[in-house]
């Protein structure tokens, strides 16, 4: 029992003496190389019926650059990429569906090419059919 006992002493004191280590590494800021953009996003429908389409229009990227839209309904989200084209352009199709009827849908963009990052957002309301 006295063995156990120590081995318990001493991993707690192990313990003890990393601790301060640990915290200190998790509170350091990460270190960023690439650089953050900011791009543009309209929707081609910002009240749409439901079960008709509308499509996120985002400029101001580099051309080629992976596009990944993604809209936040009230009980879901759902994803499109795509990839730039060389006017920096992308256009991502949303099918409404039966998406909740007044309630703003916030649609977020990401698009990433070698280390630049690009992000922006713009959302559409559904309405009844």
């Known amino acids: 029992m006295n ?3 120590t081995a318990a002493a001493l991993t707690l004191a192990s313990v003890m003496v ?9 509170v350091a800021a990460p270190v960023s190389t690439g650089s953050a953009k900011t ?21 101001k990227v580099a051309a080629g650059a992976k596009v ?3 809209a936040h309904y009230s009980s879901t989200k759902t994803s499109h990429s795509a990839k730039a ?4 352009k ?7 569906s039966r998406a909740k009827v007044g309630y703003k849908v916030k649609v977020t ?7 630049t990052t690009w992000t922006c957002s713009t959302s559409f309301t559904p309405r009844s059919r």
């Open 90 to 96: 992308a256009s991502l199709s949303y099918k409404i």
């Open 109 to 115: 963009v990401k698009a990433v090419k070698g280390s």
């Open 18 to 26: 990393l601790a301060p280590t640990l915290t200190t590494a998790a």
């Open 3 to 5: 063995v156990r006992r």
């Open 68 to 70: 990944t839209t993604t």
């Open 39 to 59: 791009c543009a996003v309209s929707m081609s429908v910002t009240k749409p019926k439901q079960y008709s389409t509308t499509v996120a229009r985002v400029s």
């Open 85 to 88: 084209s060389s006017s920096g």
